[in-house]
């Protein structure tokens, strides 16, 4: 009991600083707000201008692809991961040597600073959520068991997407530089992973490798149940798919942590 309770301070700790940490950048958090609002603007219009001769694309109506694209734009954030650029910080700085030396899970801390922010976006978006219902036409779901599927699949693609981020940004243990890989990462998943078409759009080609990928447990498969593109009866499954991606990326994440340790290269010194 005494363990957890530890636990539960240390890492609780963490938590509780999230909020203080993204509260500390408001003009970047206006700024955010007011480019998604730009955005959902420019995305009802073109989807309007798409589907004026009616009918279907990709097997989607006009609601269900404007319900997608529309909360798929708001959970952007789980796409655009900054663990990267935290793990080249932390090189350059020599700042890794301190983490690695307190006495908590190195990774476990950044997990949970990940879902601290997870949340507080969640929350940040709420305004845009309901900007989204009044003025862009978007459908939400009535009943609680898509609401609990969607938190799930959310929670589990999130997670997945935290071990996958965690295993690239080990690269900046052999490079100096990581501008240039986030820029790759972030342009391969954003694409992968449903945040910008519904993957029933791509050609089949593209959906198979989409599929492949882990990309897609993170976006597309939350938001399919949200919007309505998938059904709630097909959860089990998805949610099989998420924990297996979840469970082999977490255990290659710890080995290749422990195998990267070995090249720390610190500018300057």
């Known amino acids: 009991m005494n363990r957890l309770r530890h ?22 958090v206006w700024m955010e707000f007011v480019v998604q ?8 219009f073109f989807w309007q201008a ?10 989607l109506t006009f609601q269900q692809t404007i319900n997608y694209v529309m909360l798929a734009q708001m959970l952007m ?10 793990f080249g910080w932390m ?3 020599g700042q890794i040597a301190i983490d690695l030396l307190r006495p908590m899970d190195f990774q476990a ?11 507080l976006n969640l929350l940040v978006k709420a305004p ?38 965690w295993i690239f940004s080990c690269l900046a243990f052999y490079s100096t530089e990581t501008w240039g890989l986030s820029v ?50 097909a959860a089990a499954q998805a949610w099989l798919i998420q924990l297996a991606w979840l469970i082999g990326l977490g255990v290659i994440s710890r080995l290749v942590f422990r195998r990267s340790l070995r090249k720390i290269t610190v500018q300057g010194g």
Do not use: C
């Open 7 to 28: 636990l539960f301070n240390v890492y609780g700790a963490v938590l509780a600083a999230v909020p203080k940490f993204y509260t500390a950048y408001r003009a970047w």
């Open 37 to 44: 609002i730009l955005a959902m603007v420019v995305l009802y």
């Open 50 to 59: 798409v589907y004026a001769s009616g009918g279907a694309l990709g097997g």
């Open 77 to 86: 954030p789980l796409v655009e991961n900054r663990l990267i650029f935290n």
């Open 91 to 93: 090189l350059r700085e």
């Open 109 to 119: 801390r950044l997990y949970v600073d990940a879902v601290g922010n997870l949340f």
């Open 128 to 165: 845009l959520l309901i900007m989204a219902v009044v003025f862009f036409q978007v459908q939400l779901p009535r009943d609680v068991t898509t609401w609990l599927v969607f938190i799930v699949a959310l929670a589990l693609g999130h997670a997945v997407m935290f071990f996958f981020d």
């Open 184 to 233: 790759v990462r972030v342009a391969v998943v954003t694409f992968f992973s449903g945040a910008i078409v519904p993957l029933q759009m791509m050609p089949h080609w593209l959906q198979t490798t989409a599929n492949l990928l882990p990309f897609a447990q993170s976006v597309y498969v939350p938001v399919s149940f949200l919007s309505g593109v998938t059904p709630s009866s």
